[in-house]
């Protein structure tokens, strides 16, 4: 039972009308700072926090334990005996959850507006044709500590189908869904199809059986770190990681034919393929994915790029090799 202060009264629910789902796994440092940012909302209406802890090998555990003893009622803790990885400890907080909402908030990032839920909670309650509502999020580059925007322009709202399957513009940090949607979803298919998230999946098959909302205002902040699951600095982990996108997109194009073609989605990975490539010197893909590109504006600008770049033709056109 969770007791909520506002300024009229104490309020108190068995029934929180948003769940928050956190996962964590050795994440000693800043999963206070997470917990907290939870914690300090500006709301009227009950909650409930549902933590995954994997099994870490730090103090995660132990500052989890503690958060649970200091707000019994508004935490609720899942302590696994053996690591079950990202995927199966998903599962279980999310099965645990009972609001009528579910916002989702991982281990290592944190809500910097303290507004969120209030935001979120009036959009859905106010518009039931919408079933799930998200944000742009502020970044913070854990290197530097420099804090920048997402991109806030051009991000759709309503039917986004379409849109996803060409590139996730959602982050899962940002979201709150109606929990009467998981009905449409099975994790461990999701583990059978051999996808390496949740997220992704999820924002496709919801986008087929309810309408999306953006808010253009940053109320989360992103902890940007290379060994996290979308963002790596060992190149082998970022194609394993934009290939597995790529099995996602297939399946979901396959499940739920668009007017796009698997052609475009094809054009979408070449491109990104490539990029990544550039980005990290691996001629050889640079040479085998430019290959692969179907326009031609964007073969004379990569032309351009390789002949102002000495080196890079050298390799491609010379014959030598770096890798």
């Known amino acids: 039972m969770y007791y909520v202060k506002t300024k009229k009264k104490e309020m108190k629910s068995e029934n929180p009308l948003v769940s928050i789902e956190v996962c964590t796994y050795n994440q000693e440092e800043i999963i206070a700072q997470t917990l907290d940012s939870i914690l300090q909302q500006n709301i009227d209406f009950p909650i409930e926090i549902v933590v995954g802890e994997d099994c870490s090998t730090d103090n995660t555990r132990k500052i989890c334990i503690d958060y649970k003893n200091r707000y019994p009622d508004v935490i609720q803790l899942i302590l696994h005996e053996k690591n079950q990885g990202m995927m199966k400890n998903y599962k279980s907080v999310i099965e645990a959850?009972?609001?009528?909402?579910?916002?989702?908030?991982?281990?290592?990032d944190y809500w910097h507006h303290p507004d969120k839920l209030k935001l979120q909670v009036d959009f859905l309650e106010n518009n039931p044709d919408y079933g799930l509502v998200h944000s742009a999020t502020n970044i913070l580059e854990i290197k530097t500590g420099e804090i920048r925007t997402s991109q806030v322009t051009n991000i759709p709202t309503g039917s986004v189908y379409r849109s996803l399957l060409l590139k996730n513009h959602i982050w899962a940090l940002t979201v709150m869904f109606r929990r009467e949607l998981l009905q449409y979803i099975n994790i461990d298919n999701f583990i059978q199809n051999g996808f390496l998230m949740e997220d992704y999946p999820m924002w496709l098959e919801f986008s087929n059986h309810t309408k999306f909302h953006w808010i253009n205002?940053?109320?989360?902040?992103?902890?940007?770190?290379?060994?996290?699951?979308?963002?790596?600095?060992?190149?082998?982990?970022?194609?394993?990681?934009?290939?597995?996108?790529?099995?996602?997109?297939?399946y979901y194009f396959s499940k739920y034919p668009e007017n796009i073609t698997e052609k475009e989605i094809d054009q979408l990975y070449v491109k990104k393929r490539l990029s990544l490539a550039i980005i990290h010197d691996h001629y050889q893909d640079i040479k085998y994915f430019a290959k692969l590109l179907d326009s031609s504006r964007l073969k004379q600008r990569?032309?351009?790029?390789?002949?102002?770049?000495?080196?890079?033709?050298?390799?491609?056109?010379?014959g030598t090799s770096k890798d």
Request: glycine share 4%.
């Open 97 to 108: 959850c009972k609001g009528k909402y579910i916002a989702q908030c991982g281990g290592d």
């Open 217 to 250: 205002i940053p109320l989360t902040t992103y902890r940007k770190n290379t060994v996290s699951a979308s963002y790596f600095s060992d190149y082998k982990k970022l194609i394993e990681f934009n290939d597995n996108v790529q099995l996602i997109k297939k």
């Open 302 to 318: 990569l032309r351009r790029f390789i002949l102002s770049n000495r080196i890079l033709y050298e390799i491609l056109y010379k």
